[in-house]
């Protein structure tokens, strides 16, 4: 039978990580007007989400901090043309999506190697997480992070930024859809492909590191 | 698999694929194996972001209204361009306009050239209106210039030889 505790629940709306959309559309309103403290509002509540999306679609918190003051410069200034008011955090991610995809066109952010002797120190996955703490609060090792980082960063544009937005930032299918501009059918297929990548990617080095089987 | 792991399926496809994962074994590992590597990716550690980002944004938006005016939306909102003409000259006469108004602490000897000046405009303005009113009722005599060449012609000693 199968272990009921894989399946996931389904993930909360996305409404629930947004702004209220009465609040949503007075800011973004004020915003259009040129009132910067709208603008600084709407910041602290979606500069987090971008950094954290650029973050791990770059692998550098420098590159990631220069993206993110790019895009907020470019979304006030273009917020002129942002004619529905709660899709703000859509088009937001788009630009971010579009600085990434400008400044590596072509080319995939350099990530800094695994160092597999590292590795090799480790004895056990116990090391590799904090057992003290539930899954969801459980902190990676730099390793392990490292790992999948580059797991990620290795990941074609396409599935990366899906992934990202998916696994990091839990977003629905159809807001993931909206911000990459393809379709749902698309997307779903697209994360999958990703999510089997960068399975494959840890288990081809937590098998040969750990001999871990069960991958 | 993705979307059930992800929370993505109708309850109906659910359904289908929880019957299937019941009497599938290699379903099952590979949907081990993949909310595994999910796992791992769900415990990324996340950025705080810096204190001072919001100092480079603000600065970036103030740097971009005077260098790109055209592109900014902020700029052509607060600062339409058409409208700096006009501001201008309006500054202007507000300007003289306060020079010339009396304030309540402004110099004795000023506001009596002042008053003096507002007497005087009145005087003229009275005088204009004079004028005007004469102009009005003035009955100008009818002079023909024709009739008065001919009488002229029959003065002119010259042509009367």
Known sequence: ?215 | MTAYLDGELASRELQEVDTHLAGCTNCRDELESLKFAYDLTMQLPELDVSADLWDRIYTGLLTSVTTSPDSNNFSRRAWPRKWIPIGATLAGLLAVVLMLAPGTNSDPVAEQKFAEFLRQREQISIHNRQLLNNLDNHHLPAINPFVEAISYRNQNPFLQE
């Open chain 1, 1 to 215: 039978m199968k272990d009921e505790t894989q399946k996931r629940e389904p993930r909360k709306s996305d409404a629930s990580s947004n702004l209220p959309a009465s609040r949503l559309r007075e800011l973004v309103g004020r915003a259009q007007e040129g009132d910067l403290d709208a603008f600084q509002e709407l910041y602290s509540f979606y500069g987090r989400k971008i950094l954290n999306y650029l973050y791990r679609m770059t692998g550098s918190r420098e590159e990631a901090e220069d993206l993110a003051q790019d895009t907020f410069i470019l979304a006030f200034r273009n917020l002129g043309s942002l004619k529905h008011p709660e899709r703000f955090q859509s088009w937001l991610f788009r630009i971010a999506q579009n600085n990434v995809y400008q400044k590596y066109r072509g080319k995939r952010p350099q990530i800094e190697s695994i160092d597999e002797e590292d590795f090799n120190e480790l004895s056990d996955l116990q090391r590799l997480s904090t057992p003290s703490k539930g899954p969801e609060e459980a902190v990676l090792s730099d390793e392990l992070e490292a790992l999948v980082q580059q797991a990620i960063s290795e990941l074609p544009e396409k599935y990366r930024t899906v992934f990202v937005l998916s696994a990091i930032q839990k977003m629905s299918y159809q807001r993931i859809s909206e911000i990459v501009g393809r379709s749902l059918a698309s997307v779903k297929s697209d994360i999958h492909r990703a999510r089997v990548e960068v399975r494959d990617k840890i288990k081809k080095y937590l098998g040969k590191n750990y001999g871990m089987s069960k991958l």
